[in-house]
């Protein structure tokens, strides 16, 4: 059951990121949106097989967030509305990834197995990344 409510939440993530690709402004933010939608649709298919009871392997190598940089486009000024668009996409993207993260740190210590306990501490770790990402995104735009 914690595994069907988790793939659940990464269903809505996978949509929110593609809604999100959509609607952002800035191409920078487009193509980062749709990034991290592809590791939320892993984490969906990482549930799957969880659920057949085998083992996926999960990277959060990735995700790693020290890496990435944002063109940083907004941080020229102009743009007002479009930056305040984008800004307040990014807010919410991040809410996201912080109950995200918190429900599979909760789910985590009701399974026995070490070997699934890991993969969703490899997914938790991801979706740490995410925020990180954008959050870096964000700093980089002067959104913060
Ligand atoms: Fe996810
Ligand atoms: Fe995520």
Not at 12 to 20: G, L, N, Q, S
Not at 97 to 112: I, T
């Amino acid at each position: 059951m914690f595994l069907t409510n988790l793939q659940t939440q990464e269903e809505m993530c996978v949509e929110k990121y593609r809604y999100y690709a959509g609607q952002a402004k800035d191409e920078d933010l487009k193509d980062l949106f749709t990034r991290i939608g592809k590791n939320e649709k892993k984490h969906y298919d990482a549930l799957g097989q969880l659920m057949q009871g085998k083992i996926p392997s999960v990277s959060a190598q990735d995700t790693a967030a020290d890496t990435y940089e944002s063109v940083g486009k907004y941080a020229k000024g102009g743009r007002a509305a479009d930056k305040k668009h984008d800004a307040f996409l990014c807010t919410d993207s991040i809410t996201t990834e912080k109950y995200v993260a918190s429900a599979y740190n909760n789910d985590l210590f009701h399974f026995a197995s070490p070997e699934l306990r890991s993969v969703l501490n490899s997914i938790q770790t991801e979706e740490q990344n995410h925020a990180e990402l954008i959050y870096k995104y964000k700093t980089a735009n002067e959104m913060c």
